[in-house]
Each structure stands twice: as structure tokens, then as C-alpha cells.
T-cell receptor, first 117, second 113 residues
Framework: DAGVIQSPRHEVTEMGQEVTLRCKPISGHNSLFWYRQTMMRGLELLIYFNNNVPIDDSGMPEDRFSAKMPNASFSTLKIQPSEPRDSAVYFC???????????????FGPGTRLTVT | DAKTTQPTSMDCAEGRAANLPCNHS???????VYWYRQIHSQGPQYIIH???NNETNEMASLIITEDRKSSTLILPHATLRDTAVYYCIVSVAGGTSYGKLTFGQGTILTVHP
């Protein structure tokens, strides 16, 4: 299994530009999570989906952030417009809920390091 | 979810057992204890979880006290590659939680030669 795939691995953009981060979860998993990590705030959950439906987006910092999951194998996190304070490492994780599996056994991708100048 | 308290940092000699404590004195009866670790520049990695019985897998052992107010993650033979931040997380399984995890600051474990 290839694990959770994220792209790009690194992104450098200028303030005001739109940024799109992509995630491909592990095949067969039905929950997907987007996290953000900074030195100041640690690892924060932004939003998570179950069966492609957003369940909780209370961690999304503001309206500039949006996330979609059009199908079971793809999700995007978009920031428009981007700001320097959005600079962070963004992780995507997936897990299997139901069928006896533990939903807390999440598998994380390698992350996307975003720098907004 | 119950709050957890972990030491900020710990050291361990290579080849020795690393015992990482976690306090979760307000844990509820339906809350599980989960451990993750994050090696520098990588995504967090699931290690182990338990409810009230001790658990062991290929990576580690989890010892939960009888009153469930604290637990210890044991890496039996620590290697340099075990140097990482270790997170202890308490969460309710099932219902509408769908696996939502809240990460704290964790314990920085440094394994030295």
C-alpha cells in the first residue's frame, strides 16, 4: 500500500495567492482528516470527513480556508487568499471507521510545507 | 475528551527501555488511551491504544493503571530511531466522534548512544 499521498510536498507562494493542497487517502479508508502544524500552536485538526461528508470543520481558522472531498480517493484543502500566518506544515490523515477497526488509528501523509511570503 | 499531562522531555540510553508516563486523571469509562509519535519532519505515526487492559504490539507496550488515571508507554529496547515526540491522547470511541484526535504538546524523547 502506498500510504497517504500528499502533494505538493513543498509550496512557496506570495501573499494573496490561492493555494491548493491535495490528498489521496489509503484505499478503503472512509475517514479523512486535515491537520496543520506550527511551532506556536502545535498540531491542530482543521476538518474531517466521513464517507466524503464533512463532519466537523470547527477547526478551520476562517473563511479563507475551504476543504472538499469529491470522492473517496481525493480531497483538497484550499486557502484563498493566502497570508504569511498560514505558513505551516499541513498533514492529511485517513482511517477506517466501522467494521471493528479503530477510527483513531490514523495514517498520516508526509505533509505539505507551505511558506507564504 | 479528558485532558492529558506528559513530561516535556525525557532521555533514554540506546538499548534500554524507555518508559513514557501520561496522566489522564479525568478519563471517563468509555475513553480510550492512544499513543502516537512524530519523528522529525514526518507525519505522526500510530503506536498503540488501550481501554483498561495492558496492550502489546510489535512497537511497544501500554500499561494502564487499574484506576485508569495514568498510563505508561514502554519501548522495550530503545534505538536512536525512536527519538521523537510522543503524544498521549484520550478520546471516546464510536458515536459521532469518527476518530477525532486532539494532540497536546507531547514528550520529546531523546535516545542517546
Amino acid at each position: 500500500d502506498a500510504g497517504v499521498i500528499q502533494s505538493p510536498r513543498h509550496e512557496v507562494t506570495e501573499m494573496g495567492q490561492e493555494v491548493t493542497l491535495r490528498c489521496k487517502p489509503i484505499s478503503g479508508h472512509n475517514s479523512l482528516f486535515w491537520y496543520r502544524q506550527t511551532m506556536m500552536r502545535g498540531l491542530e485538526l482543521l476538518i474531517y470527513f466521513n464517507n466524503n461528508v464533512p463532519i466537523d470543520d470547527s477547526g478551520m481558522p476562517e473563511d479563507r480556508f475551504s476543504a472538499k472531498m469529491p470522492n473517496a480517493s481525493f480531497s483538497t484543502l484550499k486557502i484563498q487568499p493566502s497570508e504569511p500566518r498560514d505558513s505551516a506544515v499541513y498533514f492529511c490523515a485517513s482511517s477506517l471507521v466501522g467494521g471493528g477497526a479503530s477510527p483513531y488509528e490514523q495514517y498520516f501523509g508526509p505533509g505539505t510545507r507551505l511558506t507564504v511570503t | 475528551d479528558a485532558k492529558t499531562t506528559q513530561p516535556t522531555s525525557m532521555d533514554c540510553a540506546e538499548g534500554r527501555a524507555a518508559n513514557l508516563p501520561c496522566n489522564h486523571s479525568t478519563i471517563s469509562g468509555n475513553e480510550y488511551v492512544y499513543w502516537y509519535r512524530q519523528i522529525h519532519s514526518q507525519g505522526p505515526q500510530y503506536i498503540i491504544h488501550g481501554l483498561k487492559n495492558n496492550e502489546t504490539n510489535e512497537m511497544a507496550s501500554l500499561i494502564i493503571t487499574e484506576d485508569r488515571k495514568s498510563s505508561t508507554l514502554i519501548l522495550p529496547h530503545a534505538t536512536l530511531r525512536d527519538t521523537a515526540v510522543y503524544y498521549c491522547i484520550v478520546s471516546v470511541a464510536g458515536g459521532t466522534s469518527y476518530g477525532k484526535l486532539t494532540f497536546g504538546q507531547g514528550t520529546i524523547l531523546t535516545v542517546h548512544p
